[in-house]
């Protein structure tokens, strides 16, 4: 009897612990805020956290400091087309003879572009800031009629980064009027070759055409990763002595 006492009692006790417990208060809503760290923060450096990043920051600033080339101007990405877009697109072009490729055209998600270039010299860090991601550059083969397919999804999006002899006309509301490559028609019975990234070419950001690839050459070795893409080409062309530079040409052009 003493025992059955002492459960009903503990049991009691469990339910009158679990109702105390109970909130009184509900969700009723969530709000969100901005807060800009830039270098208003400098006028007063906490001194605490300065001396305990002075340990790291020879080590971060010998692997991000090194320059790899120059840029003829600030360059950043926006759609329908921009001068940074268009050279990293071209970029992807570019390093097809480092693959044995001899692509038609390239495509770079303009949602992999992440930051801008500054005129002046580039760094191995500027290029990590764009670049930022573990993409890898990736050629793939499709067909002429999802090509057009494909184009008609980057209409759809406001415009991605194209390579140059793309010459593509859209709505604003993301319809494609007409589209040529290195002034011809894309034929919907041909076979054309595209550089890209490794996460594009699975369909993401919108552009599932690619989901019908064939013939992939995707490296996966870290040495194929887009930031060191990047660099080889500002490297090739600083010891020819050439500034990178690139303009928007008109190869995505809106109209209505």
Not at 82 to 93: F, T, Y
Not at 97 to 122: H, L, Q, S, T
Not at 172 to 195: N, Q, T
Request: hydrophobic share 40%; glycine share 8%; proline share 3%.
């Amino acid at each position: 009897m003493q025992k059955r006492k002492i459960i009903i009692g503990g049991l009691s006790l469990l339910m009158l612990t679990a109702t105390s417990c109970k909130s009184n208060y509900a969700l009723t809503d969530v709000t969100r805020t901005r807060i800009l760290v830039d270098k208003r923060y400098d006028a007063q450096p906490d001194q605490e956290a300065t001396a305990f990043m002075a340990s790291y920051k020879h080590e971060v600033d010998s692997v991000m400091s090194p320059v790899v080339g120059e840029i003829a101007r600030y360059m950043a990405a926006k759609k329908p087309e921009s001068e940074l877009s268009n050279l990293l697109a071209d970029i992807l072009v570019w390093a097809g003879k480092k693959y044995g490729e001899k692509p038609d055209f390239g495509i770079y998600n303009m949602g992999g572009i992440r930051a801008a270039f500054a005129k002046g010299k580039v760094t191995y860090g500027d290029v990590l800031d764009v670049a930022p991601f573990e993409n890898k550059i990736a050629f793939v083969t499709l067909s002429g009629e999802k090509v057009l397919e494909l184009f008609r999804q980057i209409a759809l999006t406001g415009g991605e980064a194209v390579s140059h002899g793309v010459q593509m006309v859209i709505t604003s509301d993301g319809k494609m009027k007409s589209l040529r490559l290195h002034g011809k028609e894309i034929d919907p019975g041909a076979s054309y070759r595209v550089a890209s990234i490794d996460y594009v070419i699975q369909g993401n950001d919108r552009l599932e055409a690619f989901k019908a690839k064939t013939d992939v050459n995707s490296p996966q070795e870290a040495s194929n990763n887009l930031r060191f893409v990047i660099m080889d080409y500002f490297r090739e062309q600083a010891a020819k002595g050439v500034v990178v530079d690139s303009k928007v040409e008109g190869r995505i052009v809106v109209e209505d």
